[in-house]
Structure formats: C-alpha cells, structure tokens
C-alpha cells in the first residue's frame, strides 16, 4: 500500500450537512385505522465539478460528503484525496459543490459513456471502469475464518438501523475481522458502498515500522451488503482493496465472472449460520464447520 504524503498534507475541507434519515407520515392499514409511521426520506443531491455539472444522487443524505467522495473515487474521476480542496454540501438547493486543486484531467472523455446498472436508484458506473478490471489487484495472503464471518452475520443482525425503524434502504458495512469499523444505510446499496469508500480515504493508518501514516487501505477488511453481488459492487469493493464481500442476498452471473478474474472472495446467502461461498474458496478459513448431523437408526 503506497503512501500518498499529498492525501495527508492536503486534506479535502468538508460541510458536515447530515440530513434527517426518515420523516413521519401518516398511513392507513387494513382495518381502516390511521397511525402515523417512520420511512425513508429520501432526497436528490446534485454534484457539480468545478461549476460543472455531474450527477444526480438520490440520497438519505446521512454522510453526503462521505459519499460524494467515495463517488469520485469508485469512478476514477480523482486519483488521489489531495486533488480535491473542497465538497460543499447545502441541503437548500439540493446541491454539493466539489472543488478541485487542477481540475479533472479529460473529464469530457471519461464521463461519455455511462453504464446504468442494477443497483436501486439507478447506479450507474462510467463505461471505462469495465476496461479497468484486469488492473485491479487484491492480496494474495488475506483470508477470513468462518468464525469471523458467522461475527459479522451477528453483528449486523445486532446493529440498530433505519431498516428496523422504517425499512426501504440497504445498508453496508465495513470490518476488520470480525471488528465493525463502519455502518452505513441508504436509498441504494451503491450510494452505501461509495459512502464507506469516501469514508477509508479519510483515515489514516499508521505504517508499520515507521512514524508515517498512509490512507487506509482494504487488505485486511471485509465488506458487507445487503443487497445482492452485481458487477458494480464487487468492482467497487475490489478498487478500495477489500478482498472478502459478504451479502446476505445472492450473486449475479457477471458479479461472480468479475470476482473470479480479481481474486476476491464473494459470500452470499449469509444468514445465521448459513452461507454460499461462490468465488475463491481458498480465502475462507473453515475453522466453525458444525457437526455433521448422526444418521437415523
């Protein structure tokens, strides 16, 4: 993991516009009685670039600095956290404002083609990213054991959230072992992992046998999701270096192509004590195997 001494010295200054997760409206059930209940509040976010005009998020608006970054970051539009001086946040006009040191090199170019996925809220991935996969190298060595994974399945069983109170998001997590680190939930699991993407390249983590520090790196995480293991998540977890994704939810043809070409370990169905591992077994260190049930007599 290279150090970037830029990334540390000229850190990006950031709004803090958190915004309300969920609003209160009033809703009939079946028996005709009225009673007021919790959803979602979901909300458009526009980026602009240097006064230009990017995308439209739409957005829970948790850690909208966070996922602006993250955003810029899975898409490849900056290289490094030091390109960018500022992201400005107002809620008033629905807008965040990122500016930048020099500018984004070619941006015409690398915005042309635009690749609408899966994802909910309509993600979308620009078409160059698709062509960079074969760069994308993960660590040979990480591994998780099956006793960490079962941890992380508790843990996000455990955690409080907007889905227990109101439903409708997908939420995503980032851990060290079996350590949660970070916990997000929005409208789309890609505003998600883009938020907890954002949120790495903040950290600094000290270099072992050294005084420096380096952005935190994805070698020794896992990511957690929700939602299922398309194309676009499993390209955006192995760009922040994480070479573990577990979901509770199942795995698309190209998702499963994308990870075997990577080397990145994907689970899915992950529930209780119950998974699939589709890709790269050898990662998984099965050190919890339950007992084989005794035949009937």
């Not at 760069?135 to 054991?145: F, I, M, Y």
């Amino acid at each position: 993991m290279s150090v970037d001494p830029l990334a540390s010295a000229l850190r990006p200054t950031l709004t803090s516009a958190r915004a309300p997760l969920t609003c209160q409206v009033q809703v009939m059930n079946e028996f005709g009685q009225r009673h007021g209940i919790s959803i979602p509040a979901e909300r458009p976010l526009t980026v602009y670039v240097d006064k230009r005009e990017l995308v439209t998020l739409m957005t829970l608006g948790g850690h909208p600095e966070w996922l602006v970054l993250g955003y810029l970051r899975n898409q490849r539009l900056v290289e490094s956290l030091a390109d960018i001086e500022s992201i400005t946040v107002d809620w008033d006009v629905g807008a965040a404002a990122v500016k930048t040191r020099s500018g984004i090199d070619r941006i015409e170019e690398k915005t042309a083609h635009r690749v609408v996925t899966t994802g909910c809220g309509q993600g979308s991935m620009f078409g160059s990213l698709m062509q960079d996969v074969e760069g994308l190298v993960l660590d040979d060595q990480a591994t998780l054991r099956q006793s960490e994974l079962l941890g992380i399945v508790n843990a996000i069983r455990l955690q409080e959230s907007t889905y227990k109170s109101a439903g409708s998001v997908h939420g995503c997590a980032l851990f060290r072992g079996g350590e949660l680190l970070l916990f997000v939930e929005d409208v789309g699991r890609h505003n998600a992992v883009d938020t907890i993407a954002g949120w790495m390249w903040l950290q600094q983590e000290p270099q072992p046998g050294t005084l420096a520090h380096q952005t935190m790196g994805g070698a020794d995480k896992v990511f957690y999701t929700t939602g299922r293991l398309t194309s676009e998540m499993v390209i955006k977890s192995a760009q922040m270096g994480v070479p573990v994704v577990v979901s509770r939810s199942g795995m698309t043809q190209m998702g499963l192509e994308v990870a075997q070409r990577v080397g990145l370990c994907a689970i899915g169905r992950a529930t209780h004590r119950r998974f699939l591992c589709f890709t790269h077994p050898h990662r998984l260190v099965l050190d919890a195997v339950p007992e084989p049930l005794a035949a009937v007599a």
